[in-house]
């Protein structure tokens, strides 16, 4: 069984992000971290390869400067290969721009019996590229999967909803977006560190995609302003001596929930 | 031109359309031109109260027949806007059928879509929306290129729903095409996890408890509070992810959106994620060890202490009282 997990790498989420003032998109400048949210895709893609018995994980990935960083981290873990799609023109790509640009690269690596993505990216959280990469691909989808099995060449899932789940079954080839927490991501071994740094990544532009118009050139939308929301104000911090709470109950009484 | 045709994916729950529904159907007949519900499913028992609520028509799949609702009503939508209907903007909610719809939609369009948006103008034939970003310190305003459908999606309570005493909407079958290998996704069955107590996201007062808890057990603490104060135990991120408590109790930008009268954040350092959901509340209590935690920069009052030992001391007072 072969898979595809869509990585992406981000700025370091402990770190406050910020708007570039000239093009208001966010800066990713610095160094970029594999998105832990698709850590839980990375892992799940491995343990399924190994239930098959065979195959391997792939990778793609696209990021405005050729960062590699974040891909090592999910090659450390113990995927195959990548692709990265890197190209300049690419600042400023919609969503669905980073669809089509990822479903040619998984078509470039010659397609896969799954792909794999998270459910929205921890930096931008659009939400809708595994969706729409499922559309561009023509392949069924089940999003929000907490936990997945293959049985008999088709997928069993069972899909968060906002009430509880469902039990859901889809052929292969097939996406899923899968939730956090779906299993538990290895950190990577020594070893794999090591094996990484040699593992194949085939850095492509959009043009050696096929994919045009990329960037601003192809977005749908254009931001035209960028403002302060209104602050809200801190209130009173009292450090505990041990009576803090009669604060709190004292709060709710005036506030006559209790 | 202006917006005219302006359609709402609508969604239902227990034979009657969700509040959050409600809520988009409010915004759209403010802005001047007809509205209809797309209803994946059969809308019967929707119609009256769509009418009631702005929608002169309802557009209905049909029973879906365990498809899952994102192929299936893109694929109906497509077909009835190659019919020669042709809305100029389609508002969705930011749930998880609403997302995949509107992204299946995108591609079937190639038009954009602009998500987690808190607002909406149209000025002449343009529309601007407003979206929160950095836990809703900046608000970013956005425009569509090109031309109609505009296809945005909004956060839960945007807006305030209410009933306009408009006649039952008329309903229009809006059959689900052939999908192809797409529609091979199906439903098998259904589980709800049961929580007792009002629902989280319509709670008066939420108690919600994060990592600073230290252990999976600690939550009865939170559970105990919001019982006492009759209202709904809630979760950060941290916690559900750590599978402590069910994905259903998760507050925050990939979980509940909650505005009660007042919200306690317990071992909550108040991650962007989280503050999306709970800063709307009227009164935020936060109960952190870590003085430096961005959940106080936002708290009427911050208790910088020990969980652990101000919620039992609360708890045992609060039963005192009652």
Not at chain 1, 165 to 176: F, K, M
Not at chain 1, 211 to 230: D, L, N, R, S, Y
Not at chain 2, 162 to 170: N, Q
Request: proline share 5%.
């Amino acid at each position: 069984m072969n898979v595809i997990v869509c990585v992406k790498q981000i700025p370091d989420p402990a770190s406050p992000g910020a708007l570039d003032p000239s093009t208001n998109t966010l800066k990713r400048d610095g160094k970029l971290l594999l998105d832990e949210s698709d850590s839980y895709g990375v892992e799940m893609a491995l343990q399924l390869v190994d239930a098959a018995g065979g195959g391997e994980v792939s990778l793609v990935s696209m990021a405005p400067n050729g960062e590699t960083a974040g891909m090592r981290t999910a090659l450390a873990m113990g995927a195959a290969k990548g692709v990265l799609v890197s190209d300049p023109a690419l600042l400023g790509s919609d969503a669905l721009t980073t669809a089509k640009v990822l479903a040619a690269a998984v078509k470039r690596l010659g397609g896969a019996d799954l792909v794999i993505a998270a459910t929205e990216s921890s930096d931008g959280y659009t939400g809708t590229v595994p969706e729409q990469m499922a559309e561009l691909l023509g392949v069924p989808s089940v999003t929000f999967a907490k936990k997945v099995v293959v049985e008999s060449g088709a997928l069993k899932v069972e899909r968060q909803t906002e009430a509880g789940y469902d039990e859901v079954t889809c052929p292969l080839p097939a996406l899923i977006s899968v939730t956090a927490g779906v299993v538990e991501p290895r950190y990577p071994s020594f070893k794999g560190i090591m094996a990484a740094k040699s593992k194949p990544v085939d850095t492509v532009t959009a043009g050696d995609l096929g994919v045009a118009p990329v960037g601003w050139a192809g977005a749908g939308q254009q931001i035209t302003k960028v403002a302060q929301a209104e602050a809200r104000q801190a209130g009173e911090i009292i450090e505990d001596d041990g009576e803090a709470y009669t604060k709190i109950v004292a709060f709710l009484d005036q506030l006559k929930a209790i | 031109m202006a917006i005219n045709n302006i359609w709402v994916f609508a969604q239902a729950a227990d034979d009657a359309p969700t509040t959050f529904t409600l809520e988009l159907l409010a915004k759209a007949r403010t802005l001047g031109g007809t509205v209809s519900a797309f209803v994946g499913g059969d809308a019967s028992a929707l119609a009256a109260a769509l009418g009631d609520h702005g929608a002169s028509k309802v557009y209905a799949t049909g029973a879906l027949g365990g498809a899952l609702p994102g192929v299936a009503v893109a694929g109906a939508m497509k077909a009835i806007i190659d019919g020669g209907d042709v809305p100029d903007l389609i508002m969705f909610p930011q749930t998880y059928e609403g997302r995949d719809v509107m992204s299946r939609l995108s591609v079937k369009l190639d038009r954009t879509v602009i998500t987690n948006n808190v607002d909406l103008v149209v000025e002449g034939d343009q529309i601007t929306v407003t979206t929160p970003v950095f836990g809703g310190n900046t608000l970013v305003s956005t425009t569509f290129n090109g031309g109609v459908p505009f296809i945005a999606s909004f956060r839960p309570k945007s807006f305030s729903a209410e009933a306009v005493g408009g006649a039952a909407a008329s309903i229009v079958g809006a059959p689900v095409p052939d999908l192809g290998a797409t529609g091979g996704a199906t439903v098998h069955a259904t589980h709800v996890e049961e929580t007792t107590g009002p629902k989280l996201d319509e709670a008066n007062i939420v108690v919600s408890g994060g990592r600073g808890l230290g252990e999976a057990a600690k939550y009865e603490l939170i559970e105990q509070l919001a019982k006492l104060l009759k209202g709904a135990p809630g979760a950060s991120r941290a916690i559900v992810d750590a599978g402590w408590v069910p994905y259903s109790y998760q507050v925050g930008q990939t979980g509940k959106v909650v505005k009660p009268s007042i919200y306690i954040a317990a071992g909550i350092s108040g991650a962007t994620q989280h503050m999306v959901g709970m800063k709307g509340a009227k009164n935020i209590i936060a109960i952190n060890k870590d003085k430096e935690a961005p959940i106080f920069g936002i708290a009427d009052l911050g208790i910088v202490g020990d969980v652990h030992k101000v919620l039992p001391k609360l708890i045992e007072a609060l039963q005192a009282r009652s």
